[in-house]
């Protein structure tokens, strides 16, 4: 690796550093002493302070999972499949690679470079389902993406998965820096396994966003009533007085049915797209969060186990004292924060923590006040040292935003006055220029009679007069910007005769259900851009 980049990562990792260093020396020994992952998550590693920043998809089957993240990623990833009926039967992590591959989940659970290993636990059955795929795009140079099975509705409940698929989920929830929830328009019924799945990720709300998908389907008086349904359903699972915030859109490269709330969708999608965005640059401060409130909860659990060790007897009448105990758990945990001055958001969910004591040997170990204080020093003092090097951190992140697919850009939207689609970068141009026939030819008369049926000027026309006809298509704005992009080859925020028919082209292509190039090939390269190109060439060689 070059010596520049190990520079930059070192910079960029000092937060991440740090906290290792104070994981392991005075939380981690805490956890072991006391058995905390025996009640809660497995011991953290390396690669949980490491990894990229990770999202989590997950939703009821057909909400479009699989369709948001092609439509973030712009392109397939291998596995992949989209249908009406439930297709991702696996949990699949996608992650940035040179080559294109898949590592099945067995063996990503021996892996030390990935943030994995601690799902070995739910057993051959769930790893079966799992697997990681490597994939060279953009994105995610910045960020990996979780796609999930789709959660069975109520007709089949019923059906076992052959693992705990809410506690995988938990796992995850724990484990990641975003998770969207997606819902369908035409789906809003809260089945069993989607009660139990957003139940699972509570404690993480501030993760959650919630996105009604495919809102392009239904017209603008029953969006109003299906965005209030779906806001009375969550209310009654989530049980908080708080209201979730829901974004709407379609989240699809496909022509949209109805554009009545078009300006919406597109707003909506630039809200959840630039918190996305700026993962990379709150990663720290997220894995700073995350260990805080690992280390309270820890701080409670130590005193939990040390309380229900006091109480036990040596030898006789254990089983009756323990029956005993676990049904006062509430009075032991009122007893514990009058007594330590803790909060009770810093308490382990009671009811949980009564069932998992049920099974235990009930053999605790008591009260070690060194490695309490160790922990105390770690919430008061270690933390706060942190925050100058965290705010160091973000300043230097900022050139770690999300890049590539629908970012364009962290202040920029698709559509702005003068130029339509914002949307900068490489020309897009081939390096090697053919004088094979241009593909667009015969079918430019047919775009020349629209060409100057909107007034060109000087032989171009601007953004605003092309806005509208490339918007009559439908289209979402983000696949109408890349089109801009591929046709504006000279760059200069206007189209001639042949960048339009070149952009009609790609309209049409696209509504034929075929993607979009990265970048522009040689055979769609209009000859006037090819001859000007090639006349660069001989003059940079003839200089």
């Known amino acids: 690796m070059p010596r520049h980049l190990n520079k930059r990562n070192v910079k960029f990792h000092i937060v991440s550093e740090a906290l290792k260093t104070l994981y392991r020396q005075k939380l981690l020994p805490l956890e072991k002493y006391y058995g905390f992952s025996d009640f809660h998550s497995s011991s953290l590693e390396d690669a949980d302070f490491d990894n990229k920043p990770m999202i989590l998809v997950v939703g009821q089957c057909s909400t479009g999972k699989t369709t948001f993240i092609r439509y973030l990623l712009e392109q397939e990833y291998p596995g992949s499949r989209i249908g009406p009926e439930p297709t991702t039967d696996s949990f699949t992590a996608i992650m940035h690679g040179e080559i294109e591959g898949i590592i099945h989940g067995n063996a990503l659970t021996v892996d030390p470079n990935k943030p994995f290993r601690k799902l070995s636990p739910f057993g051959t059955t769930f790893l079966n389902r799992f697997q990681c795929v490597h994939l060279p795009n953009r994105v995610l140079e910045s960020i990996s993406i979780i796609d999930t099975p789709g959660i069975l509705s109520v007709a089949k409940r019923k059906i076992s998965r052959g693992y705990d698929f809410p506690a995988v989920i938990r796992w995850f929830a724990e484990h990641v820096d975003r998770i969207i929830l997606l819902c369908d328009a035409h789906k809003l019924e809260i089945s069993d396994e989607f009660s139990h799945t957003i139940m699972a990720?509570?404690?993480?709300?501030?993760?959650?966003?919630?996105?009604?998908?495919?809102?392009?389907?239904?017209?603008?008086?029953?969006?109003?009533?299906?965005?209030?349904?779906?806001?009375?359903?969550?209310?009654?699972?989530?049980?908080?007085?708080?209201?979730?915030?829901?974004?709407?859109?379609?989240?699809?490269?496909?022509?949209?049915?109805?554009?009545?709330?078009?300006?919406?969708?597109?707003?909506?999608?630039?809200?959840?797209?630039?918190?996305?965005?700026?993962?990379?640059?709150?990663?720290?401060?997220?894995?700073l969060n995350d260990l805080v409130k690992r280390a309270r909860l820890v701080r409670a659990h130590a005193y939990i186990i040390s309380s229900l060790k006091e109480e036990m007897p040596l030898v006789f009448c254990r089983e009756k004292k323990k029956r005993d105990l676990i049904y006062d758990l509430p009075i032991i945990y009122s007893r514990i924060q009058q007594r330590y001055q803790i909060s009770p958001g810093d308490f382990p969910d009671c009811a949980k923590m009564q069932e998992q004591l049920i099974s235990h040997d009930f053999k605790f170990k008591g009260l070690k006040p060194k490695l309490l204080a160790g922990l105390d020093e770690l919430l008061n003092t270690d933390i706060a040292k942190l925050m100058p090097l965290l705010r160091q951190e973000e300043d230097q992140a900022d050139k770690l935003l999300v890049q590539g697919g629908p970012f364009l850009g962290s202040h920029s939207r698709p559509f702005t006055e003068g130029n339509p689609f914002n949307h900068y970068g490489s020309n897009g141009e081939s390096d090697h220029v053919s004088d094979e026939e241009w593909v667009v030819s015969k079918d430019k008369p047919k775009y020349d009679e629209i060409f100057y049926n909107l007034s060109p000027h000087e032989g171009k026309l601007s953004g605003t007069k092309v806005k509208g006809w490339m918007m009559s298509t439908r289209l979402p704005s983000s696949v109408l910007g890349r089109i801009w992009k591929l046709a504006d080859v000279d760059r200069d925020g206007m189209l001639d005769d042949e960048e339009f028919a070149l952009a009609g082209h790609l309209i049409e292509v696209k509504l034929e259900g075929f993607g979009l190039p990265h970048e522009l090939p040689a055979q769609l390269v209009p000859p006037s851009k090819r001859q000007r190109k090639n006349s660069g060439t001989e003059k940079r060689d003839n200089d």
Do not use: H
């Not at 708080?242 to 859109?249: M, N």
């Open 201 to 287: 990720l509570r404690g993480n709300e501030d993760k959650l966003r919630v996105v009604l998908n495919k809102a392009d389907m239904v017209d603008s008086q029953e969006l109003m009533r299906v965005y209030g349904a779906l806001m009375w359903s969550l209310g009654k699972v989530f049980c908080t007085p708080e209201v979730l915030r829901v974004y709407i859109g379609s989240f699809w490269s496909s022509p949209m049915r109805m554009t009545d709330n078009r300006k919406l969708f597109e707003q909506e999608e630039e809200d959840l797209f630039a918190g996305i965005q700026n993962l990379p640059r709150n990663s720290a401060l997220r894995k």
